[in-house]
């Protein structure tokens, strides 16, 4: 099997202790969460790094989902398998157990976390698009003090993020507001594969006329790919086929993806469309239904 | 670097280097070789072991992150000379071909019991999915964990 | 025959096991399910060094240098070894198991991409990693062949200049049937279907990757390897004759093997390499290749691009099937298959239909990728043959708008023409085509379905139901015919029952999970009444092991089984004779009652085997010229091969919007004659449905045209896990084969053959509203979409 290039391993007590070893080591080092990313990438020394800081025992402190009344804070160390299983988020989004059930496996989701998978930023990965569909803001914490970035500013171009070499991502909140629902679909070669296309939709309803709509999608372009336009498209109108069929073609036309051993272009276009009207459908029959 | 942890229930400390993968540490380091590996990318799973409880792939965990923690591997199963359920299911109903992935499908498997002691069929499927049997076609290792439920369901009852 | 019936749930004393055949549980599992199975990697020996290697990371490339003093340097590095130090010690290059030569360690060029380029020896396996960083290579690169349709144009690179007066990337022709009787066929024919169909290259990818620990002892000047083999007996031979080493200073073992599926039948650089390192340095080497190794270097599968055609009547009587087919061997050809047959048993490819006529003609050719060609349970290209012909059957089902299961029905070679010669000369021992076919359509509910895909396309929902309908034909060989590399593929075997009435078997074939060791106890035990608890089976190693082929191309119980059988009986046959002086009668007036002898007409008479074993090693004389002891030794010639066949019937759902494919349901009818052990059967079969399902729908290697291989791990090369796969539904019909001592027939690779075409034939069913006769696997989403929007490319 193939090994990792030899590294000094750190181990992080808390944020402020993560925070200082970043400082000190500066980009020589890199955080260490569930690994499944990175740590794959430095074992075929694709990556390869003096220093690499553990930060499983920030678990404790950056472990957590809370919901208040006008959003949900989910702490960055939140593992996979406790998204799927946190009743009172899949109620607010039930988005996240859909995707949950297909990124990776049920191992892998043991240990992956929900801000290693954010700070990992994989054009394919599924909770990015998760978070750009639910319009998610990210706090970013260094010495100085804490920054929120939204998730369009939080992903700068493939495996890039806003966070600096001396911070750290602890938080993710996702606004909360009444009335609507969110799914996901995603197109796989195969059970634990990286998404060919991938898609999230979060969608309002103001009596028989959407009030706002979202859609996320991973896999076809540079970063997670938010459409404003499918927003302003569906704002205001009683949601129907042929809305949503026109909000996927929106969603083909809007995207650029490439054409890869998962698929062409053109068929993840088609994809892009497809998908996107299945989510915003499943959004409206979820909001009929109340879940 | 040290490293210290519990292994099978048994304290362990070892010089190790930083970069030592815990799949490594658990086979070269302390011999237990029922612990396999079979493939660089967290793809195949035949280096399931549990850490603090929960079925992790070894190969993807460094030695030193399971400093402190509690390890468990196919060895620890069997207690007193008693089979677990699930070992004595994959033996009943042909879990197992080569027994390469059987390690690591045996321990999913137990994990998954504990949380969910009557899982169907899809509930199986999709734990054990993240894991690679090139020899079974996977039919009889989703009997298998069934005869272990079923087994342990009537050991309740009884 | 005993048969015993399925055990009942529940926790059941091991004592109570079957004398004979039946389903019986493993003797082998105890260990594996402890995690007490003893692998290649798992062995660990004083003072031993980690071998790793560097692979090209390109595909074609003349080599200008090699600085290694960087890696010598290192404080963990024991050696370093570039092709140049083997070259200087003849061992550079070593013969394939088709009579061409491989590179040890690149001399002159490399020739794929991951081929062997220099090997470092050092304490642990991360140094070893390590030290590869710091050799430095200075590559002059070359355009590489990728594409193999271009591959024999004029002024294509040359790759294999190592030949000398080699012009051409041409490997070898091959030809079989009559050309000149197909096309008179073909011309009267009412129909004519033709289809391009490629079986792309795929990988068997065990689960456990080649390795060996090679361990030089000078002083008696022996080498035991411990390898990844399931061939050890022709691997020691072909050591011998590569290093030198006399062969009974050589001791081969395979211990548990994680999975082979004719990945571990080469013998692969990596192992010469560390047997290099071993004798040179006099420390026991370990190497074991990691994933992305195993993937781009080691023995592929497949590669054939096929022109099928089929001729036939307008009311579906087929005529003729003709074909041209070109097939990739990569830089060299290390296909494994007997030497007189280069395109293995290819020539099946007339399947089970009763033709006029049938022709075929290949070329193969080098390109710049890895070595290879047979393997992944392929019985010897069979694969490719019955791929062929399932595929083009349901091409001319749709052409004529026919029912495949009728087509097939109408066109099966019937009982009564058994032994039956084909058009392309293989004489097919015994066969019952039509109840295996109307089981598989009984059980799977085969009109029902039709009804129900007729409801569903009306709703514009699509669903495919498969037909394919195999013939194998496993058990290589006859030795007058076949072959590898001289050694003929007979195997011994070799019985002794212990004074107590314990035995141990010693078989020459390799289990990599099939079972052995309790299929061959069941096999003795029924043959010679010990319980198989009693009876121990060993293989893999060859100190300790008759000579023979090894475990591949289903050909365990066809050879080895008969083997075990006939040497059991050979026992049986002086333990009669003991028997009749103990009981003081003839041995004709004696009956075998599986267990005991006892006199004719009086059952009160009689002596155990046990009894009779002790006697053989105990004081007192023995019937006059009988020596002491209870003990055999043959080795068995079969006369032909076995053909075991089957029907497989799968439904599948085809997403409209997506374009994924889902197996709903899958039935498989096997016919392996006589059946040992029903529940290894058809675990057997289990797995080679999933490969059938992971080839038609996932698993390719891929290239791109600079020569990188895009499917170096399992991120890429996509294998199916329990979500892809259906709960697996099986049957059986039993028809034994006429000359084999038990009728058995092989089953190990039956479904690996019969099932891609199967999942394929669905698809295309399912898209049948799109007018789609044939599209390439591997079927994913994105190139099912394409076919339905007309656009069928093929994967290479």
């Given at each position: 099997?193939?090994?990792?290039?030899?590294?000094?391993?750190?181990?992080?007590?808390?944020?402020?202790?993560?925070?200082g070893?970043l400082e000190?080591?500066?980009?020589?080092?890199?955080?260490?969460?569930?690994?499944?990313s990175?740590?794959?990438?430095?074992?075929?020394?694709?990556?390869?790094?003096?220093?690499?800081?553990?930060?499983?025992?920030?678990?404790?402190e950056?472990?957590?989902?809370?919901?208040?009344?006008?959003?949900?804070?989910?702490?960055?160390?939140?593992?996979?398998?406790?998204?799927?299983?946190?009743?009172?988020?899949?109620?607010?989004?039930?988005?996240?157990?859909?995707?949950?059930?297909?990124?990776?496996?049920p191992?892998?989701?043991?240990?992956?976390?929900?801000?290693?998978?954010?700070?990992?930023?994989?054009?394919?990965?599924d909770?990015?698009?998760v978070?750009?569909?639910?319009?998610?803001?990210c706090?970013?914490?260094?010495?100085?003090?804490?920054?929120?970035?939204?998730m369009?500013?939080?992903?700068?171009?493939?495996?890039?993020?806003?966070?600096?070499?001396?911070?750290?991502?602890?938080?993710?909140?996702?606004p909360?507001?009444?009335?609507?629902?969110?799914?996901?679909?995603k197109?796989?070669?195969?059970a634990?594969d990286?998404?060919?296309?991938?898609?999230?939709?979060?969608l309002?309803?103001?009596?028989g006329?959407?009030a706002?709509?979202?859609?996320?999608?991973?896999?076809?372009?540079?970063?997670?790919?938010?459409?404003?336009?499918?927003?302003?498209?569906?704002?205001?109108?009683?949601?129907?086929?042929?809305?949503f069929?026109?909000?996927?073609?929106?969603?083909?036309?809007?995207?650029?993806?490439?054409?890869?051993?998962?698929?062409?272009?053109?068929?993840?276009?088609?994809?892009?469309?497809?998908?996107t009207?299945?989510?915003?459908?499943?959004?409206?029959?979820?909001?009929?239904?109340?879940? | 670097?040290?490293?210290?942890?519990?292994?099978?229930g048994?304290?362990?400390?070892?010089?190790?280097?930083?970069?030592?993968?815990?799949?490594?540490?658990?086979?070269?380091?302390?011999?237990?070789?029922?612990?396999?590996?079979?493939?660089?990318?967290?793809?195949?799973?035949?280096?399931?072991?549990?850490?603090?409880?929960?079925?992790?792939?070894?190969?993807?965990?460094?030695?030193?992150?399971?400093?402190?923690?509690?390890?468990?591997?196919?060895?620890?199963?069997?207690?007193?000379?008693?089979?677990?359920?699930?070992?004595?299911?994959?033996?009943?109903?042909?879990?197992?071909?080569c027994?390469?992935?059987?390690?690591?499908?045996?321990?999913?498997?137990?994990?998954?019991?504990?949380?969910?002691?009557?899982?169907?069929?899809?509930?199986?499927?999709?734990?054990?999915?993240?894991?690679?049997?090139r020899?079974?076609?996977?039919?009889?290792?989703v009997?298998?964990v069934?005869?272990?439920?079923?087994?342990?369901?009537?050991?309740?009852?009884? | 025959?005993?048969?015993?019936?399925?055990?009942?749930?529940?926790f059941?004393?091991?004592?109570?096991?079957?004398?004979?055949?039946?389903?019986?549980?493993?003797k082998?599992?105890?260990?594996?399910?402890?995690g007490?199975?003893?692998?290649?990697?798992?062995?660990?020996?004083?003072?031993?060094?980690?071998?790793?290697i560097?692979?090209?990371?390109?595909?074609?490339?003349r080599?200008?240098?090699?600085?290694?003093?960087?890696?010598?340097?290192?404080?963990?590095?024991?050696?370093?070894?570039?092709?140049?130090?083997?070259?200087?010690?003849?061992l550079?290059?070593?013969?394939?198991?088709?009579?061409?030569v491989?590179?040890?360690?690149?001399?002159?060029?490399?020739?794929?991409?991951?081929?062997?380029?220099?090997?470092?020896?050092?304490?642990?396996?991360?140094a070893?990693?390590?030290?590869?960083?710091?050799?430095?290579?200075e590559?002059?690169?070359?355009?590489?062949?990728?594409?193999?349709?271009?591959?024999?144009?004029?002024?294509?690179?040359?790759?294999?200049?190592?030949?000398?007066?080699?012009?051409?990337?041409?490997?070898?022709?091959?030809?079989?049937?009559?050309?000149?009787?197909?096309?008179?066929?073909?011309?009267?024919a009412?129909?004519?279907v033709?289809e391009?169909?490629?079986?792309?290259?795929?990988?068997?990818?065990?689960?456990?990757?080649?390795?060996?620990?090679?361990?030089?002892?000078?002083?008696?000047?022996?080498?035991?390897?411990?390898?990844?083999?399931?061939?050890?007996?022709?691997?020691?031979?072909?050591?011998?004759?590569?290093?030198?080493?006399?062969?009974?200073?050589?001791?081969?073992?395979?211990?548990?093997?994680?999975?082979g599926?004719?990945?571990?039948?080469?013998?692969?650089?990596?192992?010469?390499?560390?047997?290099v390192?071993?004798?040179?340095?006099?420390?026991?080497?370990?190497?074991?290749?990691d994933?992305?190794?195993?993937?781009?270097?080691?023995?592929?599968?497949?590669?054939?691009?096929?022109?099928?055609?089929?001729?036939?009547?307008?009311?579906?009587?087929?005529?003729?099937?003709?074909?041209?087919?070109?097939?990739?061997?990569?830089?060299?050809?290390?296909?494994?298959?007997?030497?007189?047959?280069?395109?293995?048993?290819?020539?099946?490819?007339?399947?089970?239909?009763?033709?006029?006529?049938?022709?075929?003609?290949m070329?193969?050719?080098?390109?710049?990728?890895?070595?290879?060609?047979?393997?992944?349970?392929c019985?010897?290209?069979?694969?490719?043959?019955?791929?062929?012909?399932?595929?083009?059957?349901?091409?001319l089902?749709?052409?004529?708008?026919?029912?495949?299961?009728?087509?097939?029905?109408?066109?099966?070679?019937?009982?009564?023409?058994?032994?039956?010669t084909?058009?392309?000369?293989?004489?097919?021992?015994?066969?019952?085509?039509?109840?295996?076919?109307?089981?598989?359509?009984?059980?799977?509910?085969?009109?029902?379905?039709?009804?129900?895909?007729?409801?569903?396309?009306?709703?514009?929902?699509?669903?495919?139901?498969?037909?394919?309908?195999?013939?194998?034909?496993?058990?290589?060989?006859?030795?007058?015919?076949?072959?590898?590399?001289?050694?003929?593929?007979?195997?011994?075997?070799?019985?002794?029952?212990?004074?107590?009435?314990?035995?141990?078997?010693?078989?020459?074939?390799?289990?990599?999970?099939?079972?052995?060791?309790?299929?061959?106890?069941?096999?003795?035990?029924?043959?010679?009444?010990?319980?198989?608890?009693?009876?121990?089976?060993?293989?893999g190693?060859?100190?300790?092991?008759?000579?023979?082929?090894?475990?591949?191309?289903?050909?365990?119980?066809?050879?080895?089984?008969?083997?075990?059988?006939?040497?059991a009986?050979?026992?049986?046959?002086?333990?009669q004779?003991?028997a009749?002086g103990?009981?003081?009668?003839?041995?004709?007036?004696?009956?075998?009652?599986?267990?005991?002898?006892?006199?004719k007409?009086?059952?009160?008479k009689?002596?155990?085997?046990?009894?009779?074993?002790?006697?053989?090693?105990g004081?007192g004389?023995?019937?006059?010229?009988?020596?002491?002891?209870?003990?055999?030794?043959?080795?068995?010639?079969?006369?032909?091969?076995?053909?075991?066949?089957?029907?497989?019937?799968?439904?599948?759902?085809?997403?409209?919007?997506?374009?994924?494919?889902?197996?709903?349901?899958?039935?498989?009818?096997?016919?392996?004659?006589t059946?040992?052990?029903?529940?290894?059967?058809?675990?057997?079969?289990?797995?080679g449905?999933?490969?059938?399902?992971?080839?038609?729908?996932?698993?390719?290697?891929s290239?791109?045209?600079?020569?990188?291989?895009?499917?170096?791990?399992?991120?890429?090369?996509?294998?199916?896990?329990?979500?892809?796969?259906?709960?697996?539904?099986?049957?059986?019909?039993?028809?034994?084969?006429?000359?084999?001592?038990?009728?058995?027939?092989?089953?190990?690779?039956?479904?690996?053959?019969?099932?891609?075409?199967c999942?394929?034939?669905?698809?295309?069913?399912?898209?049948?509203?799109?007018?789609?006769?044939?599209?390439?696997?591997?079927?994913?989403?994105?190139?099912?979409?394409?076919?339905?929007?007309?656009?069928?490319?093929?994967?290479i």
């Amino acid at each position: 099997m193939q090994v990792p290039a030899p590294f000094e391993y750190a181990r992080a007590g808390n944020v402020a202790e993560a925070i200082g070893l970043l400082e000190r080591l500066g980009s020589s080092a890199k955080l260490v969460a569930g690994g499944h990313s990175l740590l794959p990438m430095m074992k075929l020394r694709l990556a390869n790094f003096e220093y690499l800081i553990d930060i499983n025992d920030l678990h404790g402190e950056l472990g957590y989902i809370t919901v208040a009344s006008d959003q949900i804070r989910i702490g960055a160390m939140t593992r996979h398998r406790e998204l799927l299983e946190s009743a009172p988020l899949l109620a607010a989004f039930p988005i996240f157990r859909d995707a949950e059930h297909v990124i990776a496996d049920p191992v892998v989701r043991n240990r992956g976390t929900l801000g290693g998978s954010l700070c990992q930023a994989d054009p394919s990965e599924d909770l990015s698009a998760v978070c750009t569909t639910l319009d998610a803001s990210c706090v970013i914490q260094g010495s100085g003090g804490q920054r929120v970035v939204s998730m369009a500013e939080f992903h700068r171009g493939p495996y890039e993020t806003a966070v600096g070499d001396d911070e750290l991502l602890i938080e993710i909140r996702l606004p909360l507001r009444a009335g609507g629902s969110s799914a996901y679909e995603k197109v796989e070669r195969r059970a634990g594969d990286w998404a060919v296309v991938s898609c999230g939709a979060a969608l309002w309803m103001d009596g028989g006329t959407i009030a706002e709509a979202r859609v996320g999608l991973a896999a076809v372009g540079p970063n997670t790919t938010g459409i404003p336009a499918i927003g302003e498209l569906l704002r205001g109108k009683a949601p129907s086929d042929e809305l949503f069929r026109e909000a996927g073609a929106l969603a083909s036309s809007s995207c650029s993806p490439v054409t890869d051993l998962r698929g062409t272009e053109e068929y993840k276009r088609h994809l892009a469309g497809e998908l996107t009207r299945r989510t915003l459908s499943t959004c409206v029959a979820r909001i009929k239904q109340g879940v | 670097m040290q490293v210290s942890m519990t292994v099978n229930g048994a304290p362990v400390t070892e010089e190790i280097e930083g970069r030592m993968l815990l799949v490594h540490f658990l086979r070269d380091q302390l011999r237990l070789t029922g612990t396999h590996w079979g493939c660089d990318t967290s793809n195949c799973g035949t280096c399931v072991v549990w850490m603090d409880g929960e079925p992790v792939k070894s190969c993807t965990v460094l030695a030193a992150m399971a400093g402190g923690r509690e390890v468990r591997t196919v060895e620890g199963l069997e207690q007193d000379g008693v089979l677990d359920p699930v070992q004595q299911g994959f033996m009943e109903c042909h879990g197992l071909q080569c027994g390469f992935c059987t390690p690591g499908m045996i321990m999913t498997a137990r994990a998954l019991l504990d949380r969910n002691p009557d899982p169907s069929d899809g509930e199986i499927r999709e734990a054990i999915s993240g894991q690679i049997c090139r020899c079974t076609g996977y039919t009889t290792i989703v009997r298998s964990v069934k005869w272990a439920a079923a087994y342990e369901a009537a050991q309740v009852t009884s | 025959m005993t048969a015993v019936e399925d055990r009942p749930a529940g926790f059941v004393d091991n004592d109570q096991k079957p004398v004979g055949y039946g389903r019986m549980l493993r003797k082998e599992d105890p260990r594996f399910i402890r995690g007490m199975g003893r692998y290649v990697d798992d062995i660990n020996l004083p003072g031993m060094l980690h071998l790793a290697i560097l692979r090209s990371p390109v595909a074609h490339a003349r080599i200008i240098s090699i600085d290694t003093r960087a890696a010598e340097a290192h404080p963990k590095v024991k050696a370093v070894v570039t092709g140049a130090i083997l070259a200087e010690k003849g061992l550079a290059w070593m013969p394939t198991l088709s009579n061409d030569v491989q590179a040890v360690l690149a001399t002159d060029k490399v020739r794929f991409q991951g081929q062997e380029v220099a090997f470092v020896v050092a304490e642990d396996r991360y140094a070893a990693r390590d030290a590869l960083e710091l050799i430095e290579v200075e590559y002059d690169i070359l355009d590489p062949v990728m594409d193999v349709r271009k591959a024999l144009e004029p002024g294509a690179p040359l790759i294999r200049d190592d030949l000398e007066g080699k012009k051409d990337n041409h490997c070898f022709d091959w030809e079989t049937g009559d050309a000149a009787a197909t096309e008179a066929v073909f011309a009267k024919a009412d129909v004519v279907v033709s289809e391009d169909i490629v079986y792309p290259r795929v990988h068997p990818a065990p689960m456990e990757t080649c390795g060996c620990v090679a361990d030089f002892e000078r002083v008696e000047g022996k080498l035991t390897l411990w390898t990844t083999s399931q061939a050890p007996h022709a691997h020691r031979t072909v050591y011998a004759l590569v290093s030198g080493l006399p062969e009974h200073k050589i001791r081969v073992i395979a211990p548990d093997i994680g999975g082979g599926f004719g990945n571990k039948v080469p013998i692969y650089p990596g192992y010469v390499c560390a047997i290099v390192a071993s004798l040179v340095i006099g420390k026991p080497v370990k190497w074991t290749e990691d994933r992305s190794e195993n993937l781009v270097s080691t023995g592929f599968a497949r590669d054939y691009i096929m022109r099928g055609e089929i001729a036939a009547t307008k009311d579906g009587k087929i005529l003729a099937i003709r074909t041209n087919v070109l097939a990739d061997h990569g830089a060299f050809n290390g296909t494994a298959a007997p030497i007189k047959y280069p395109a293995g048993f290819f020539g099946v490819f007339t399947g089970s239909y009763d033709l006029e006529a049938a022709y075929c003609k290949m070329t193969a050719v080098y390109t710049n990728k890895a070595p290879g060609g047979v393997a992944y349970a392929c019985s010897f290209r069979i694969t490719e043959a019955v791929y062929l012909v399932e595929r083009i059957v349901d091409c001319l089902a749709y052409q004529l708008d026919m029912d495949p299961a009728e087509l097939r029905l109408k066109n099966f070679i019937q009982p009564d023409q058994f032994p039956y010669t084909s058009k392309t000369g293989w004489v097919y021992d015994s066969g019952d085509y039509e109840p295996a076919m109307r089981l598989a359509m009984d059980m799977i509910g085969y009109d029902e379905l039709r009804k129900e895909q007729a409801e569903k396309r009306a709703k514009g929902e699509l669903m495919g139901i498969g037909i394919s309908f195999f013939t194998e034909a496993v058990g290589a060989g006859p030795r007058k015919d076949m072959d590898i590399l001289g050694l003929g593929m007979a195997d011994g075997s070799e019985l002794r029952i212990h004074p107590t009435g314990k035995a141990v078997l010693r078989v020459s074939c390799m289990s990599q999970g099939q079972g052995h060791e309790t299929t061959y106890a069941q096999i003795v035990a029924e043959e010679i009444g010990i319980p198989p608890a009693d009876i121990q089976v060993v293989n893999g190693d060859t100190d300790n092991t008759p000579f023979g082929l090894g475990t591949y191309g289903s050909r365990s119980t066809p050879v080895s089984g008969a083997a075990a059988a006939l040497v059991a009986r050979k026992v049986r046959d002086k333990a009669q004779i003991i028997a009749s002086g103990m009981l003081e009668v003839s041995v004709a007036d004696l009956e075998w009652d599986k267990g005991s002898f006892h006199v004719k007409g009086d059952p009160s008479k009689s002596v155990t085997i046990q009894a009779i074993a002790m006697r053989a090693h105990g004081a007192g004389d023995l019937p006059e010229g009988i020596e002491g002891g209870l003990e055999a030794q043959i080795c068995y010639n079969p006369s032909n091969l076995t053909y075991p066949f089957g029907a497989y019937i799968c439904v599948v759902d085809v997403d409209p919007g997506t374009a994924q494919v889902k197996v709903r349901r899958f039935v498989a009818v096997d016919d392996c004659g006589t059946r040992i052990n029903p529940m290894i059967i058809e675990g057997q079969v289990h797995g080679g449905l999933t490969d059938g399902v992971g080839m038609a729908l996932m698993e390719m290697i891929s290239f791109d045209e600079d020569g990188n291989c895009l499917s170096g791990s399992l991120m890429d090369y996509l294998i199916p896990t329990a979500l892809e796969v259906p709960e697996w539904e099986t049957g059986y019909t039993v028809t034994p084969s006429p000359h084999h001592p038990i009728g058995a027939k092989g089953v190990g690779e039956s479904a690996t053959v019969g099932s891609p075409p199967c999942v394929v034939n669905a698809v295309m069913d399912a898209l049948k509203p799109f007018k789609v006769r044939h599209a390439d696997m591997p079927l994913t989403p994105s190139r099912v979409w394409e076919a339905m929007q007309g656009r069928t490319r093929p994967p290479i």
